[in-house]
């Protein structure tokens, strides 16, 4: 599967996919698209994404999926066409030195200046891509190069020198872990991303279920960890549930599993978690300590480290005298009982946006992957849809790219076509990246959108609203005053099925019509509130113990905790 644009330079590898009955490309319409389908592919699969652009423009244009991928550790490769070698330096049409420019984003890149080497180059770049800490890789190729005859063969010698990535974790950090875990009163299972990378879910279910601690799943790892289950205490971080933040405040031990210390999950780091020690495992040594001090440092894949772990656990309670964990339980539960997720209906009676949310979550599948642009319905989206599984919420996480909804589920439903597939997309991220929904309804790709129109950039209002004294800036996109665009009429331009909903009463009938149509893409503009505001919520700059439930209304969590 491969998801890309041709051009000039890129031509001579392009044409021979002509014959290819192995490899599918999908003509995007733009080459971000292009990089978010291939990072959508990826997150949902487990496999390495694939785009293709031309030089120049066509290279820099997936700059910004390639940043991405590289903050959320997805496998992508992406093989770009460069100007011919006589032409590179000389500033000629469409030149521009893309490995330079994605060198900090990339976690390998490559210049093929010799034919008989494109072989090799493609092997290392997927092996790259997809062990260790997964990333994205570029290859460059020049456009004669592409067009030189040479002898093939397969498979290539990979030449890395340097590159062997750790997944065995250490014996002896496995046992110092194991004893800390035993021995600790106000321990907190805090699981990242990297868990579902390592395809760990199982592992971790045994571990928590062994030990009996709380977790807390970050938004790149919400489904690593059933949200049914009692043990769970919800999201961490900016926007996470009051009993996860303050769990990971008060804790007196972090068990971090492929986790990173990301500044939106600690708030201000130097007031995290003041008491805790930390047990920091993950496959990538550079992390281990980068934010805040490992007292533990475990490097290996986390299936391996949560295998082991398991075992020396059970072996050290062997000896050790048992702690009891219900007076930490008694403490988060009756957080979790008076702060649950909730929301207040807008008094103006328009619809609420969480409960259009709320109600894709029930009424979908169970199997259902949902995907989200960047924003406050991107929180709401982590809040209020039930997660079970792995690998069925797909965001972009670390940069936060506005326009990632509609070409991830576009790369999702190519890789996963018999998976309902929902894009829970805002009004201004929607409006960066849909002409890819023209791709999904002549490529046969049926996603769902579900438009949160507030008419807004929702977020950046929330933030104006509450730090800027409700000067709103440059924030109403005019989708509410002027319907420009007028989405059911974009949508059916674009080859789907527009509806609308601006009702309570309206919702759940066509949530359910959406569902029934699986021939064609359809778009959903929910016309909701522009007032809603995203909480529980650590402002920026501040620590988590200063969480706020509301606007204005701050928890006070126990001194006893």
């Known amino acids: 599967m491969v998801f890309g644009i041709p051009g000039g330079t890129i031509l001579p590898a392009y044409d021979p996919l002509l014959d290819s009955t192995k490899v599918r490309h999908i003509l995007v319409r733009h ?19 694939v785009c293709m652009a031309t030089s120049g423009p066509g290279a820099t244009n997936l700059v910004t999926p390639l940043a991405d991928a590289n903050m959320d550790s997805v496998p992508v490769v992406a093989i770009t066409g460069q100007q011919s070698r006589p032409l590179i330096g000389t500033d000629a049409f469409q030149e521009a030195d893309i490995c330079g420019i994605t060198m900090p984003i990339t976690k390998h890149n490559v210049l093929v200046t010799d034919a008989a080497e494109i072989p090799r180059a493609i092997a290392e770049a997927f092996h790259i891509a997809s062990t260790g800490r997964p990333g994205p890789v570029l290859v460059d190729i020049p456009k004669d190069v592409l067009q030189e005859q040479t002898s093939f063969s397969w498979p290539p010698e990979m030449r890395l020198p340097g590159y062997r990535p750790t997944t065995r974790p250490h014996g002896k950090q496995v046992r110092e872990a194991a004893k800390l875990i035993v021995n600790a009163r106000k321990p907190v299972l805090y699981v990242g991303g990297g868990v579902i990378k390592a395809d760990a879910h199982a592992e971790l279910l045994r571990l928590a279920e062994d030990t009996g601690i709380p977790v807390v799943t970050t938004l790149m790892a919400r489904g690593a960890f059933p949200d049914s289950h009692d043990q769970h205490l919800g999201m961490p971080g900016m926007h996470g549930t009051v009993a996860a ?34 047990i920091h495992a993950d496959i990538d040594p550079a992390e281990i300590s980068k934010n805040r001090r490992a007292d533990v440092p475990i490097v290996g894949d986390c299936k ?20 009891d964990l219900s007076p930490w339980w008694t403490t988060l539960k009756s957080l979790r009982e008076t702060f649950p997720l909730g929301y207040d209906w807008p008094e103006d009676g328009t619809l609420s946006p969480q409960y259009v949310i709320e109600r894709i979550g029930s009424l979908s599948p169970a199997d259902t992957i949902y995907t989200a642009g960047v924003g406050q319905h991107q929180m709401w989206a982590a809040q209020f849809v039930k997660y079970e599984h792995p690998r069925t919420w797909i965001n972009s996480g670390g940069l936060g790219t506005m326009g990632f909804a509609v070409p991830a589920a576009m790369g999702i439903k190519a890789g996963v076509p018999d998976t309902t597939v929902w894009a829970i997309d805002g009004d201004g991220c929607f409006q960066m990246t849909n002409q890819e929904l023209a791709t999904c309804a002549i490529e046969g790709l049926p996603v769902k959108i579900a438009v949160i129109n507030n008419g807004n950039l929702g977020m ?32 059916e331009a674009l080859g789907c099925v527009g509806l609308r909903a601006e009702s309570r009463e309206e919702v759940d009938e066509v949530i359910q019509k959406a569902l029934e149509i699986n021939d064609r893409p359809v778009v959903v503009d929910f016309v909701v509130g522009k007032d809603a505001q995203v909480w529980p919520m650590v402002a920026a700059g501040t620590g988590n113990s200063e969480i706020m439930a509301a606007r204005g209304i701050r928890p006070l969590f126990d001194e006893d905790l």
């Open 460 to 491: 950046v209002r929330q933030w104006q609203t509450l730090f800027y004294g409700e000067r709103y800036s440059n924030t109403d996109l005019g989708t509410h005053k002027h319907r420009i665009p007028d989405f059911k009429l974009l949508a």
């Open 31 to 49: 080459e971000q698209g292009a990089g978010h389908a291939a990072t959508g592919y990826a997150q949902a699969t487990g496999k390495v994404g």
């Open 245 to 278: 933040v303050a769990a990971m405040q008060r804790s007196d031990l972090l068990i971090a599993l492929g986790a990173r210390f990301d500044d939106r999950v600690t708030g201000q780091l130097n007031s995290f978690a003041p008491d805790a020690q930390v």
């Open 304 to 323: 391996e480290i949560i295998t082991e772990l398991i075992e020396a656990v059970r072996t050290e309670r062997e000896t050790a005298k048992a702690v």
